[in-house]
T-cell receptor, first 110, second 111 residues
């Protein structure tokens, strides 16, 4: 079965500090991975997808197939980055069936 | 603009009652999903559908059912609500791009 692990439940940093949210997955083949963000009491929204290699809100994520990791990084955290972050590799089956990690709560302190 | 809506947004019901949560999308996506979100568990898949008349069980399907009679709607039914089903429920759709789009969620309390 496909698995995704986000080892940190909570990550607390000060404004301006670098941030790295870890994600490890198990998936055979060439996965397309996503990071989703959920601000307080809102719906989940797509933050970025690895295939586009975009930088959204200053966040980037590099797929490391050797380590099966897809860590999310930002060089300088902002208070508005405080949110829940979910890593989502494919579950298998039809396209768009994703498996979500348990999430990491990022708290950026002033 | 295409969207995905859920209703009701908040619901309080009693143990043993049947409850149906609605999900409606105008993306014209074939793939639809229902999740529950609980502290410490993240998002867990309840049921999903790859098209009209297709439904599949997810990780935590016991006590829930879905039906897909058209492309736009995937209602989620709790046959006999239990306190353990108190949660926030999210509906999502996915198209050929592989990414999911989420609804605003329904907060369900079973007393």
């Amino acid at each position: 079965a496909q698995r995704v692990t986000q080892p940190e439940k909570l990550l607390s940093v000060f404004k301006g500090a670098p941030v790295e949210l870890k994600c490890n997955y198990s998936y055979s083949g060439s996965p397309e991975l996503f990071w989703y963000v959920q601000y307080s009491r809102q719906r989940l929204q797509l933050l970025l997808r690895h295939i586009s290699r975009e930088s959204i809100k200053g966040f980037t994520a590099d797929l490391n197939k050797g380590e099966t990791s897809f860590h999310l990084k930002k060089p300088f955290a902002q208070e508005e980055d405080s949110a829940m972050y979910y890593c989502a590799p494919p579950r298998g089956g039809s396209q768009g069936n994703l498996i979500f990690g348990k999430g990491t709560k990022l708290s950026v302190k002033p | 603009d295409a969207e995905i809506t859920q209703s009701p947004r908040h619901k309080i019901t009693e143990t043993g009652r049947q409850v149906t949560l609605a999900c409606h999308q105008t993306w014209n996506h074939n793939n639809m999903f229902w999740y529950r979100q609980d502290l410490g568990h993240g998002l867990r898949l309840i049921h999903y559908s790859y098209g009209v008349q297709d439904t599949n069980k997810g990780e935590v399907s016991d006590g829930y059912s879905v039906s897909r009679s058209n492309t736009e709607d995937l209602p989620l039914t709790l046959e006999s609500a239990a306190s353990s089903q108190t949660s926030v429920y999210f509906c999502a759709t996915a198209g050929t791009s592989g990414e999911q789009y989420f609804g605003p969620g329904t907060r369900l309390t079973v007393t």
